[in-house]
């Protein structure tokens, strides 16, 4: 099982800022030259009319990093580590003083069917639900073994993982959110994401939600245009 860490980044103020593309490039060399990791995600907003969540402005960028231990992840967000660079609030100037959290989480994928990607970018529908539960175990479990085998037999599926939280070390200046749970489903581009929620396998999600177990906080729904990052 994987480490992933997250970083979101968010002008709720100036909710129609955006990620300049020098910006970008900046972000994707320092993300593609961070010793130890598997891969990264750069996530930011792909606009999707009619879904059947309405949440509000996504975040303008989030991150979403993945290490194969706790200490990968951990030595390059200490006082002197690698990504201490992205604290620089001059490099990101286009967002505009954003909020910015960070949460370093345990990953679970689910396997689906494979096919080929068209394109070098695709649509992830990002998921949080911040919590708490009455019984986290028990609504974990039910998740994962209940929630996801539907969630796999989504038309047009790339990708299905929930992240479940545990504890970390940070020097990052950055306030530190603690989610009992993040969770998303990747598809080729925002038509496929559209499909498959228009699809009878969402009724299935509905009625599933209905069964949770109980818990607090709601959940937030943001498509997201994802750019993938090889680790070194």
Aim: with cysteine; hydrophobic share 40%.
């Amino acid at each position: 099982m994987q480490i992933t860490w997250f970083a979101t980044f968010q002008n709720t103020d100036k909710p129609e800022v955006r990620v300049a593309e020098h910006e970008m490039r900046w972000l994707e060399n320092i993300i593609s030259t961070t010793p130890g990791m598997a891969k990264g995600m750069i996530y930011t907003p792909w606009p999707v009319d009619g879904l059947h969540y309405d949440d509000g402005p996504p975040p303008q960028l989030q991150l979403q990093l993945y290490f194969k231990s706790i200490e990968a992840l951990e030595a390059v967000i200490c006082k002197d580590g690698h990504l201490q660079s992205l604290s620089d609030s001059a490099s990101l100037a286009s967002l505009s003083a954003p909020h910015i959290t960070e949460q370093a989480m345990l990953v679970r994928n689910f396997p689906v069917p494979e096919r080929p990607r068209a394109d070098a970018a695709f649509c992830s529908y990002v998921v949080h639900y911040p919590g708490p539960a009455d019984d986290l175990n028990l609504w974990l479990r039910h998740y994962i073994d209940g929630h996801t085998p539907v969630m796999r037999r989504f038309p047009g599926i790339r990708g299905v993982e929930v992240s479940s939280r545990l504890d970390w070390c940070s020097a990052l200046p950055w306030n530190r959110v603690n989610y009992m749970q993040r969770n998303k489903v990747v598809f080729d581009d925002a038509q496929a994401l559209k499909a498959a929620l228009a699809s009878p396998i969402m009724q299935e999600m509905r009625a599933d939600l209905e069964a949770f177990p109980p818990f607090a906080g709601g959940n937030m729904h943001f498509p997201m245009r994802t750019v993938q990052i090889d680790g070194t």
